[in-house]
């Protein structure tokens, strides 16, 4: 079965610093794998996804995130973020082929300081 | 509607008692999906519905849980003689099965307390 795990539970940083979260997965099959995020006192959408293809991917509000194979790894960046980029993040897996399930870790709170 | 909708958005009961949680997702959605949210515990997967069948539901955590899908739309998860580990937000979401793309649209939530 596949598994998810976010090594950082709590990220503080100040405005505009870079910023990475951390995810790694363990899947005996290829995997398709997501970051979704959750913004304060709302629900989860999705941030970008890595089906196949460059290994760079790029999602909405300037964050992207690169798949290593090698080192079953999908880790989220953005070089500057904004106070408004406060919320909670989510790296999620599912296997290609078999069932549809999504599997989540369990999510990084990134706060953005002034 | 435009996005998936849950009812009632909160719940509180007493331990013992039944509950219900409703599920509205997007219109022509196949695939439906239960997930419980915990704090610290990020999103736990439960259930997820293929039209009205159930390939997946390896996430129930008990047999006092329960869901049903009627129509290929609304869903229903049950929870009988509630817990007070329980108390969590059930998120429910859906997507275009099929498409592979994986892209779950979730409801806000039925936070639900057990006292």
């Known amino acids: 079965a596949q598994s998810v795990t976010q090594l950082d539970s709590q990220v503080p940083v100040f405005e505009e610093a870079p910023v990475e979260l951390r995810c790694n997965y363990s899947s005996s099959v290829s995997v398709y794998l997501f970051w979704y995020v959750q913004y304060p006192n709302q629900g989860l959408q999705l941030l970008l996804k890595?089906?196949?293809?460059?290994?760079l991917v790029k999602g909405i509000n300037g964050f992207e995130a690169e798949f290593n194979k090698s080192q079953t790894s999908f880790h989220l960046r953005k070089p500057s973020v904004h106070i408004s980029d406060t919320a909670e993040y989510f790296c999620?897996?599912?296997?290609?082929?078999?069932?549809?399930?999504?599997?989540f870790g369990k999510g990084t709170k990134l706060t953005v300081n002034p | 509607g435009a996005g998936v909708s849950q009812s009632p958005s909160n719940k509180v009961t007493e331990k013992g008692k039944d509950v219900e949680l409703r599920c509205d997702p997007i219109s022509g959605h196949t695939a439906l999906y239960w997930y419980r949210q915990s704090l610290g515990q990020g999103l736990e997967f439960l259930i997820y519905f293929q039209g009205n069948s159930a390939p997946d539901k390896s996430g129930l955590p008990s047999d006092r849980f329960s869901a049903e899908r009627t129509g290929g739309s609304v869903s229903t998860l049950t929870i009988q003689r509630t817990q007070q580990e329980d108390s969590a937000v059930y998120l429910c979401?859906?997507?275009?099965?099929?498409?592979?793309?994986?892209?779950?649209?979730f409801g806000e939530g039925s936070r639900l307390t057990v006292l």
């Open positions: 999620a897996v599912r296997n290609q082929g078999g069932s549809e399930k999504l599997v």
């Open positions: 979401a859906s997507s275009r099965s099929g498409t592979n793309t994986g892209e779950l649209f």
């Open positions: 890595y089906l196949s293809g460059s290994t």
